[in-house]
Structures are given as structure tokens and as C-alpha cells.
């Protein structure tokens, strides 16, 4: 195996924020001269290509960050989905082991440090032996542990996974605790990191959360519910940082809209009152349910500050489901995001520290 | 400043037609059929001849000048004739067409491009998407409503068109009278505020009425509301009231209805009299235009039924008037007079077979003295009542007293058609039923009494720190938040003067024992989240602990309640916060007002506050008077002015507080929600104390 240092960038759940840990650093690195690589072994089905194979989009992304050379099905050759028994179990593990280890020669090649990205939990691919930690040990690999604080049990899971990728033979860089509220913050500096410490947890970085690069745009919203757009096309790039539903009457509304920001609001097609409560405050999209068309004027106010109105043809409930599982990414395209995720890695990462463990 | 609207000198119309019933035809030969003197010029590049008039193909080639243009062509080509106005230098634009900001996206942007059109020529609007303009002096009937109305000292303005032309069809049917009817339509340029100034000084004029559905530039409205209602009576309709009138409103306007709490709240703070039904509108109207002015309520019935009269004296009583009081000498006289089987109290019966000659000495004596205002005359039509000699009577009695009201209520129908009709003619305001009668009477008392209120309104002086305010909002800003922790509402209410207990926030459990020892037991803990509004459900607010011990438990202990019942709610801390002596609850509430402003609500608090709503409302920024009369407004007054054994409260310092936080609100156009709930009220020189401070800002 190549000799090539390498960051295995894991993480203990999803959305835990690690492609963008793995692009800060990747982009911090590259700044300080090295030639960075990226791989990530085992990605998951997030799209589907225009010859209808299954990609991965983190990977998308830092292919094009990082303009690099080697082909996208070798920059993530392994792609999971939530039914992969069937397929998977067609080949012996090592056949996709294999497939992993070559790709990663390729990748490589050239580099003088690759960032590798994980799965979203260290138990991701296990049963075909292509864990992180597996596939960690065979390249030699130093895994950095990204994690968010839900709360005090956190702490206790970070030490679990420290152990059990020690128990496993593996080499330990340290822990990311990533995307933590404001509030909490010095908590987490004055209680939670000398925890740590003290249960041989190396912290080498306390990153606070960005809602710039958490929330999702107008945008992936409107694809991840199918929604039919009805006014403010050009606005679609909108950040919506919270969802809140309109099924009260217009006076209270108002007051009920004014206590959020850079929000979309679900409500009926029908409530104009509702719609234009809404307009009134700092809002980002409308979502209205039910295929109803809201009336001409509401499209007109919309239209003309800026706010996108998205029409679906489900209920209130359906609508709120749905969007709750939309989460920032970030995209390849969007320049603000990515110079933000560099941003946080040089402001809250001990990156040197790193680079010194990386002995590179 | 409006003059070429109701009195141009020369009136082009755009788009006349040859055609009758195209709008371009009937805008034309309503303004030659209505008498107008001044110079006609149509415009239509297809027509040689219009109405026996010489037609031109444009504005720019009438070779004199053009005063107002009536607009009735389609949409998309108003804006070239608005250039042409511009260049021509025509005064104002009555643009009768419709296809603009009601129609949708393309009309909106059809009525902007006009607008800036119109705004560099200098041009005014009126309309577009409106009925036109009547003025029965001039006169001029620049309308496609096809009828002149009668001649009158009523100015109706209205938001739809097509009421309009419904109410004047009716007007001529009941015999009223206009001085100057226009519709509004969309608004572009000239607005309710506009047109009520320029109906303030019109000598034509004695009582505006308007129908509206939404306003434009509140804060305006207010001031020009004022100023006119000094002059003359405003009498407003006003719909979208319910929660689905005002979803109909959004939709026929497209912007957001209005609280109309707040409407209330503005008009009567500006002396406007509000009706509920376009019916009180015009029974109201008539009594403002033609009888003098009521200041005093005292009202005589003279009644030839019984019934009837005791209607009206518990109408009269329910509007809040006054039966007058019959004197001694003047009963004396009407025992002369009158039958004996009469009755000589108010209300005074005349009988049933009472002739024209007792009608005319009972109202002559009534209306001779001095503490009767004004008579309410009731006829019903008996066997021998002669009901047209008897209206011949009464208007030749009025004649006699100019200063003194009579209105009539002539129950019946066509035995008493005739008799109305005289009336009507004559400037007595007839009613079909008593109730209406007296229901438009308190209407002009109200009115009355509010001129008696209104003084040069003094704001207060107070002393305060705005720039404390302003550098607490800016890191608010900067956080990217909008609504302000508990310790900043504090500090913007302790700048502006407001009282609040010692607190300060403690992110730890060590933190908050320290600040408990050092602000003195008893403290009360409570969370410090924007997202979780009602604290004490959640287990989130702790009272009286005494000890580090019990602070140190509560503190976790919210949290932990916080973590269970609101898991996403962000967390900054528990305040810890002195706990003070029980006052009396109140509550003191800013909601910004999308049309008026800050409307401020003061009343009873405490967690009955929800069911008993024993609040009252003003728009800031109010005057010293304004947050008194808040005060005794409620209920609770009574048991803050001291009873039987509850000590008098300290009103002095609730008054101070009100001032505080209309000046605050006033100042800081950001605040868009402000609670102090509770405010602790103490007994009289102990002060108070807002507990509890939330503030939302833009």
C-alpha cells in the first residue's frame, strides 16, 4: 500500500457536518502547498448520473473543489443505498475490497496527503468488511473523528468510538466536536473538553455551528418536495434557516411571523391573509399545500421582494415531513459556502497540528 | 391644491367613442349632460366628430390647454397617453381604466411605469381602475355612473366604483344629496389622505363619508385624520372586520388586511365617527348635513302614539342621550295647549287624533326652551292625521328655530309617502323607524364630545438614554437575532426609565448561585430561551429559593425541563433574577401596527388575562391624558383606585411607565413586539415593577 499520509475523516452520525470539515481541510492544505487527494471508499446514493449511475454527492463536490483528474466511480467506487443487501451480497467482500484498493492506488497517485472521507457511522459497511476501520487499517490510515454535542451522552459516545477504533488496531489523529450552538460553546471548552482529555480523547477543534452552512437553500428544498414554482425564480438561492407553519388567524400571525428570520412558511394555498402576514416579515419562501393557487396580488407582492413561492399538491403535514429532511449540502457551485467551510476549518481546527501528526 | 380635480377649466377625454354604452361614449356625454361649461375635447385618432363635438387625434394637438384628462382606454396604452399628458402639461389624470395592479404581475407593472410617468411630469392620478369624478357645483359629472346626483353638502368617497354607482342610484330613490362623489380605485397616486384635505376646506361640503377597505400610509391618515376631523365631521365604513371579510379584502387589494382593532383604535382617536352598515352611513350623513350641530344631548320626543315614543326613549337612553327635562313654566304652557288625556312629560303624546295645529304649538313650545336641543317629531298615520299638513307645520316651525334640531320619523308607507317626500325636500332628515333616528343623533353627540376633548396635543418630556438602546440593538443585530434576551429587554427598559428587579444570566450552576449571593435571597430562576414563550408550563420558571442548595437544584433542573419539552429550543441560560413583594399583575403590550403603528394595549394581567381580556388600546405616541384615560378604561381601575379594603395603587408611576413605553416604541421604529408582562403594581408612592420584559425587533 501506498506510503502516501492519510486523514480518514469519520463520523459517529449524520450530518455531523464532516464534508465540510473534509473540504476545509482539504482546501487549508492546499493552501499551505501541499497536493491534496480525496477519496471516499464508501459513498451513498444520493443521485443518479445522466447514464443512470448512482453517485455520491460529497464526492461530486470535492472532485470539481479539487479538480481532480481521476474519474468520479473511482474517486468513490463503492455506493451503498438503503437496500443494498441484494446487489452487494452478490460478490464476496473482498471483491469490493479489492475494487476499493485499487481505486485508492489510482487516486493517490501523485499526492502528497489524502484526505479520505467515511461513511455516515463507523459501523457503515461492515458486514462486507469495508468499515473505516477495516479499510483503515490496511492503508495505514489516521482517523479523525468528526462529532456534534446533543448532550452530556455525546461526550460519553465519542469515548466509545475512540475505543473501539483503538481496539481495532487502528491510529487515532484526535476529535472535531463540530457545528456547536453559541450558547453552549464555552460549556463545551470549560466542561466537555477536559472530559475528554482526561478519557484520552485528543480535541483538535471546537467548531460553532454556521447556519449559512447548515440550512438549505430555496432551491434544495423545492427539489427534495417536488414543488411547482409559482413566483420569485431568480430567489431560489435563499438560505431557510427555520419552517413555520401559517394556520392561525392574520393578526397573530404577524406577530407569531416577526419572532423568526430567513424562514419558509407553510400554509394554504387559499390563506392570502397568511401569505401576505408573512410578506410582511423578513421571509424567505412560501410553501403553499393543497395544488390550491394563491390569489394573483399575493404572487405579485412575492414576485417583487424577492420571495419564492413553491406550490405542492400535499397537505400542511406531509409538506413539513418532507422538507424536515432536507439539509444544507454544500454545492460545488456555491463559492460563499465553500470559502466558508475553509473559513471555520483555519479559524477553530488546530490544522498544524494535524499536518505535524500527518508527519508530512 | 386639488382644484383641476372638481374644477378644471377644460377636461379632455381619452378613447371617446361614438359608440353608446362603450365607456369612452358615456364618460363624454355624461360630462355634456351634466352641464359643465368648461371646454370639451375628445380624443380619438379614429373619429373626425364625437357628440357633436370636434374630436382630435391626440392630446398634443388641442391647441389650448387641458386641465384634466379622462382616461378611457385599455391598459397597456395609458402609459403613452400619460407622456402625452405630461408633455401637454395637463393637470390631473382621471384614469378610469382597469388592467392594472388588480389584475396581477403585468398590471402591476403597468401601474408602476404610469405612476413614474406621471411623478416626473408632475401629473396627479386618480384611479386607475376607478369610477371618476362628480361635483355637483361645478358642475361635472366626469363618471360613467350615468345619473347626476341630486345637489347636496355630502362629499362620498369611495374605495370601489361599483358601490358607488350603486349608492348614487339609491341617493336619487331617497332624495340625498351630494357635493362632490369620486372613487378612489387603485390608488396609485392620490389616496383617501389627499382627497380628505381638499374636502376639509371645500365650502361645499359638511360631512365626508367614505368607504373604505384598506388605508394607505397610516401614520399620514392619522395626522391629516386629525386635522380634519377639527373642520368638519369624517364618517368612515370601513369593511374587512371579520377574520373572512378581511381575507376578501387581501384578495380585492392584495396587500394584508390591517388589524382592525387598530382601525378602531384610529378612529376614534382622530375623532372619526365609524358605522358598521352603509345604511348609518347615510342616516348619519343626513343628520350632519342638514341640522345644526349637537353639542348637548337633550332630546324631546312629540309623538301622536305611544308605542313609538317609548322606543324612542329607550333608543335615546341606550345611545347614551339625554330625555330633556320638561320645566315647570313649559308644562304649563303644553297643559294650556293640549288636550287634558295628553301626556305633558318626555316623551310628549299629542294623541292620536292630533291635527297639524297641535303638532305645531306642541314643537314651538318644546323647542322654545332652553333645555331642550333638539326633537325627535313621530308620526303614524291615524284615521284623521293629515300627515302633509302636518310636514307643512313642522318645516314652517323649524324655519323659526335655525339653531335647534328637529328630525322626523314618519312610521308608515304610502299613506305617508307624500308627507316624506316634503320632508325630504326640505332638508329634515326623515327615518323610517326611531331607533335610526336617534341611533345617527348619538353618532353626532359623540362627535361632539370628542371636539370638546381634543387640545393642542403635548407629548411628555422625558429624560432617557437612546443611546443605550441603540448599541443593545446593534449586537442583537450583529447575533443575527430578533428577538432580545430577557437581560437586554431589561437594560432597554431600565434606559428608558422603566423599573426591573436586579437580574442577570448565569450559564452555569456556579455562575448562578454567585449572582443568587451576591443579589440577595429570595431569587427567582427562570430559562433564558427566545424560543420557549410560556416559561412556566415547561417547568422554566422557579420562585422563592432561599439557598445555594436550592439554587444549584433548580437550575438543572430547568434545564432539564427545557432539554425534555422543548428539545430545539436554543438555551442561553437561566436568569437568575431578585424576587420582589407581590403587586397588583398588569400587563402592558406594543404590537406594530402594519397600518398605524405601535398600538399599545394596558390592562389586567395575571393568567385570568386570557379569558377576561380587560384590556384598552391606543396608537403612540401618546400624550400624558391618552395613558390615563387607558387606565380608567378598564375594569380593574376600580380596584386600582382603591376599594373598600385594596389600598389605592400607584397610578402615578403606571402612567410614567405607559409614557415610557410609547416614547420608546415611538423613537425605536424597529421594535416590532414588545410585552412587559407582568408589571407589578404597588400601592400608591411604592411604584412598580416590570417582571418580565420581551422585545422583538425588526
Not at chain 1, 403535514?317 to 470559502?339: F, L, Q
Not at chain 2, 362632490?180 to 380628505?196: H, P, Q, R
Not at chain 2, 299629542?350 to 326652551?369: N, P
Amino acid at each position: 500500500m501506498s506510503k502516501i499520509p492519510n486523514l480518514y475523516v469519520c463520523s459517529n452520525a449524520s450530518f455531523s457536518g464532516k464534508t465540510a470539515i473534509c473540504l476545509g481541510l482539504a482546501l487549508k492544505f492546499r493552501e499551505e502547498g501541499y497536493k491534496v487527494g480525496y477519496f471516499k471508499p464508501v459513498g451513498w446514493e444520493m443521485a443518479r448520473d445522466e447514464n443512470g449511475l448512482a453517485f455520491d454527492r460529497d464526492a461530486e463536490l470535492m472532485k470539481h473543489v479539487l479538480n481532480l483528474e481521476a474519474r468520479l466511480e473511482v474517486v468513490s467506487p463503492v455506493i451503498l443505498h438503503s437496500r443494498f443487501l441484494e446487489d452487494f451480497l452478490k460478490h464476496k467482500p473482498i471483491h469490493y475490497a479489492e475494487k476499493i484498493f485499487k481505486a485508492y492506488a489510482e487516486c493517490s497517485k501523485g499526492k502528497d496527503l489524502m484526505i479520505i472521507e467515511g461513511p455516515q457511522d463507523l459501523g457503515c459497511g461492515s458486514c462486507l468488511d469495508i468499515d473505516p476501520a477495516t479499510i483503515g487499517k490496511k492503508i495505514d490510515s489516521n482517523i479523525l473523528l468528526v462529532s456534534r454535542i446533543i448532550d452530556d451522552n455525546s461526550i460519553c459516545q465519542i469515548v466509545r468510538e475512540y475505543d473501539c477504533v483503538k481496539k481495532r488496531g487502528v491510529k487515532l489523529v484526535g476529535t472535531i466536536l463540530n457545528d456547536i450552538p453559541k450558547m453552549i460553546i464555552e460549556r463545551v471548552k470549560n466542561l466537555s473538553h477536559p472530559t475528554l482529555e482526561k478519557n484520552g480523547v485528543n480535541v483538535l477543534g471546537i467548531v460553532p455551528e454556521n447556519i449559512a452552512l447548515r440550512s438549505p437553500t430555496v432551491r434544495e428544498i423545492q427539489e427534495r418536495i417536488g414543488a411547482k414554482i409559482l413566483a420569485g425564480e431568480k430567489n431560489l438561492d435563499n438560505l431557510v434557516e427555520d419552517f413555520l407553519i401559517g394556520a392561525m388567524t392574520p393578526e397573530s400571525a404577524l406577530t407569531y411571523f416577526r419572532r423568526s428570520v430567513n424562514k419558509a412558511v407553510i400554509t394554504g394555498g387559499d390563506r392570502s391573509d397568511i401569505q401576505l402576514a408573512a410578506l410582511e416579515t423578513n421571509t424567505s419562501a412560501l410553501i403553499l399545500t393543497g395544488n390550491l393557487y394563491p390569489d394573483a396580488r399575493v404572487l405579485v407582492r412575492a414576485e417583487h421582494q424577492g420571495v419564492p413561492v413553491l406550490l405542492v399538491p400535499y397537505d400542511t403535514y406531509a409538506a413539513v415531513s418532507k422538507t424536515e429532511e432536507v439539509t444544507g449540502r454544500i454545492k460545488y457551485s456555491d463559492e460563499k459556502k465553500i470559502k466558508l467551510a475553509k473559513k471555520m476549518v483555519e479559524e477553530h481546527v488546530k490544522w498544524k497540528d494535524v499536518l505535524k501528526f500527518l508527519a508530512v | 391644491m386639488l382644484e383641476p380635480l372638481f374644477k378644471p377649466s377644460s377636461v379632455a377625454v381619452i378613447g371617446a367613442s361614438r359608440k353608446a354604452g362603450k365607456v369612452g361614449h358615456d364618460v363624454l356625454e355624461n360630462i355634456l349632460k351634466s352641464g359643465y361649461r368648461g371646454k370639451v375635447y375628445p380624443i380619438n385618432p379614429k373619429a373626425q366628430e364625437v357628440l357633436g363635438l370636434k374630436c382630435y387625434p391626440s392630446l398634443l394637438d388641442v391647441p389650448e390647454k387641458v386641465d384634466m384628462g379622462v382616461i378611457a382606454v385599455p391598459a397597456p396604452i395609458v402609459s403613452k397617453i400619460a407622456e402625452e399628458a405630461g408633455e401637454k402639461r395637463v393637470k390631473v389624470l382621471v384614469i378610469i381604466s382597469a388592467g392594472f395592479k388588480e389584475r396581477g404581475i403585468e398590471g402591476a407593472r403597468l401601474e408602476s411605469r404610469l405612476v413614474s410617468i406621471c411623478k416626473k411630469h408632475g401629473v396627479r392620478i386618480l384611479g386607475p381602475n376607478c369610477l371618476g369624478v362628480i361635483d355637483t357645483s361645478t358642475p361635472i359629472n366626469a363618471s360613467f355612473a350615468s345619473a347626476m346626483p341630486i345637489k347636496g353638502k355630502i362629499a362620498f368617497l369611495s374605495q370601489s366604483g361599483a358601490l358607488g354607482t350603486a349608492v348614487l342610484d339609491w341617493s336619487l330613490k331617497e332624495g340625498v344629496g351630494f357635493s362632490k362623489f369620486l372613487s378612489l380605485g387603485n390608488k396609485a397616486d392620490l389616496n383617501e389622505n389627499d382627497v380628505m384635505l381638499e374636502l376639509a376646506e371645500d365650502n361645499d361640503t359638511k360631512v365626508i363619508l367614505m368607504y373604505l377597505e384598506g388605508v394607505e400610509d397610516g401614520s399620514r391618515f392619522l395626522k391629516v385624520a386629525q386635522e380634519v376631523t377639527r373642520k368638519k365631521p369624517v364618517v368612515i365604513l370601513k369593511s374587512g372586520v371579520t377574520d373572512a371579510g378581511a381575507r376578501a379584502v387581501s384578495s380585492h387589494t392584495g396587500t394584508m388586511a390591517g388589524s382592525d382593532l387598530a382601525f378602531d383604535v384610529a378612529f376614534k382617536q382622530t375623532g372619526i365617527i365609524r358605522v358598521d352598515t352603509t345604511q348609518e352611513l347615510f342616516d348619519i350623513a343626513e343628520v350632519l348635513s342638514t341640522q345644526p350641530f349637537l353639542k348637548d344631548p337633550n332630546l324631546a320626543v312629540i309623538t301622536n302614539a305611544g308605542g313609538p315614543g317609548i322606543l324612542a326613549t329607550d333608543a335615546i337612553e341606550k345611545h347614551g342621550l339625554k330625555m330633556a327635562p320638561i320645566s315647570a313654566d313649559v308644562r304649563k304652557v303644553l297643559m294650556e295647549k293640549l288636550p287634558p288625556a295628553a301626556s305633558f312629560n318626555n316623551p310628549i303624546d299629542v294623541l292620536g287624533d292630533a291635527t297639524a295645529e297641535r303638532y305645531k304649538s306642541a314643537l314651538e313650545t318644546v323647542l322654545g326652551s332652553k333645555d331642550v336641543a333638539g326633537v325627535l317629531v313621530i308620526l303614524t298615520p291615524q284615521a284623521m292625521t293629515q300627515p302633509e299638513k302636518i310636514a307643512d307645520a313642522i318645516l314652517k316651525v323649524k324655519k323659526g328655530f335655525p339653531n335647534k334640531i328637529i328630525v322626523t320619523t314618519f312610521l308608515g308607507g304610502d299613506l305617508l309617502e307624500k308627507a316624506i317626500k316634503l320632508l325630504e325636500k326640505s332638508e329634515i332628515p326623515n327615518y323610517p323607524f326611531p331607533e335610526r333616528a336617534v341611533s345617527s343623533l348619538s353618532a353626532m353627540a359623540r362627535y361632539g364630545s370628542y371636539l370638546d376633548t381634543v387640545a393642542k396635543r403635548q407629548l411628555p418630556r422625558l429624560k432617557v438614554d437612546r443611546d443605550k438602546v441603540a448599541s443593545i440593538f446593534k449586537r442583537v443585530k450583529e447575533d443575527k437575532r430578533v428577538n432580545l434576551l430577557a437581560s437586554e429587554a431589561m437594560g432597554v427598559a431600565e434606559a428608558y426609565g422603566i423599573s426591573t428587579p436586579n437580574m442577570r444570566l448565569a450559564t452555569t450552576r456556579e455562575e448562578a448561585v454567585s449572582i443568587a449571593e451576591e443579589i440577595g435571597y429570595p431569587v427567582v430562576l427562570k430559562v433564558e430561551s427566545p424560543q420557549i414563550l410560556h416559561k412556566t408550563d415547561i417547568g422554566g420558571v422557579k420562585l422563592n429559593l432561599n439557598s445555594r442548595e436550592e439554587v444549584s437544584r433548580n437550575f438543572n433542573e430547568i434545564l432539564n425541563n427545557a432539554n425534555r419539552y422543548a428539545p430545539k429550543a436554543a438555551l442561553h441560560g437561566v436568569n437568575v433574577q431578585k424576587m420582589v413583594p407581590q403587586g397588583k399583575e398588569m400587563i402592558i403590550g406594543v404590537h406594530r401596527d402594519i397600518t398605524f403603528g405601535p398600538l399599545i394595549m394596558f390592562g389586567l394581567g395575571g393568567i385570568y388575562v386570557n379569558f377576561l381580556r380587560d384590556v384598552s388600546f391606543r396608537l403612540a405616541p401618546l400624550t400624558k391624558k391618552d395613558a390615563e384615560d387607558m387606565i380608567s378604561e378598564t375594569k380593574a381601575y376600580f380596584l386600582l383606585r382603591g376599594i373598600r379594603r385594596e389600598e389605592k395603587s400607584d397610578i402615578e408611576s403606571m402612567v410614567n411607565t405607559i409614557l415610557r413605553t410609547s416614547k420608546l416604541v415611538t423613537e425605536f421604529d424597529e421594535i416590532n413586539e414588545l410585552d412587559i408582562n407582568p408589571l407589578f403594581v404597588y400601592t400608591e408612592g411604592s411604584g412598580c415593577l416590570a417582571l418580565d420584559i420581551k422585545i422583538t425587533i425588526k
